[in-house]
């Protein structure tokens, strides 16, 4: 019998070139501006100090959605409490879906986002396996135009910094009978961040649940939704307990493949230069980091594989000095190095315990090309104001 699940294909959106520009999508989330934002001295008190998701701009972009009438009621108003009935729907069977995507200032004052095709496409997979409504990807990224033209002081000049966008979906229909509802509301809010990491460009330690899971085969791991981030909870205090920031998650069906680290995606670095990372099996979350990198070094001529990584073997890689480095990427995690790797009778030091070159030259670019720093030849760049 096989083990290893057949690969899933990747996502596919629109590039940035193929949407319209954030100019002929204006008006489509009508603007009502808030009647009390934040004074000059607490916008400054929250550049001045930036940490992540712990800020909220002034505003955020909403749709509503009903069976019957599809969607209607766009706007960009004042970042407020939601009205919701005890009742909704999200609240008893956690019916939603999210996306993360952030917004860059560049030196001359322009704002960007990193592949907006991309998250649209993701978001609109998650809203099917949760039985939501898509949003036409126009919509969405018409939405993180509003907002951002709406609240671009908040859009942080300070290098490594900049506005976490956060789409969401939830179903607000009052019922509680189990199946899809037939009410839903979109929203986006932003946050004005720093690094995901408080420590920034520095190795983190990762404990490797074997009695957790954060999904089974035919579950939502390939969505993007609150109960998988729920499930990885408790994990994530017990490993912070031990002294680890973040938990590598293995196939429930074996216990024995590397999946992800629950909010990021994993890659090793071999001693031949070859890049790896676990193949997406439809219990991964496939990131637009990790389609970046993957894109980045296949242009640059690197062996890279898309494979099942047995927990084991990777010991037996790391110990023996074939794998040299290991690193977490995301939205939010940029590219991050792993330095250390532990579980249930092992622990070990990922190469030197410290940044490899390729990790390096991966953030680098990465960031380079988000800030505009240097060219994107791929056109993964929109101009959102
Ligand atoms: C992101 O990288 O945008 C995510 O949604 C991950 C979350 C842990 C912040």
Redesign the pocket.
Known sequence: MSTSPAPTAPLTGPDAAELPAADALAGRFPHTPAASPATAQTHAEVMGSLT??VAFTDHMARARWTADAGWHDHGTVAFAPIALSPAAAVLHYGQQV????KAYRHADGSVWTFRPGFNAARFNASARRLALPELPAEDFVASLAALVAADRRWVPETTGASL?L?PFMIATEPFLGVRAAREVAYLLIASPVGP?FTQGFTPVAIWVAADYHRVGPGGMGAA?TGGN?AASLLPQQEAYDKGFEQVCYLDAATNTYLEEL???NLFVVDDDGAVRTPALTGTILE?G?RASILDLLRADGREVREEMIDLAGLLDDIRAGRVREAFAC????VVTPIGRLAGEGFDVTVGDGTPGPTTTELYTTLTDIQYGRRPDPAGWMYRLA
Request: net charge positive; hydrophobic share 30%; charged share 15%.
């Open positions: 992540f998701g999210f996306e993360g995507l976490y956060r995901y993007k981030y629950g909010g990021m990131g980091t995301g939205t939010a995690a």
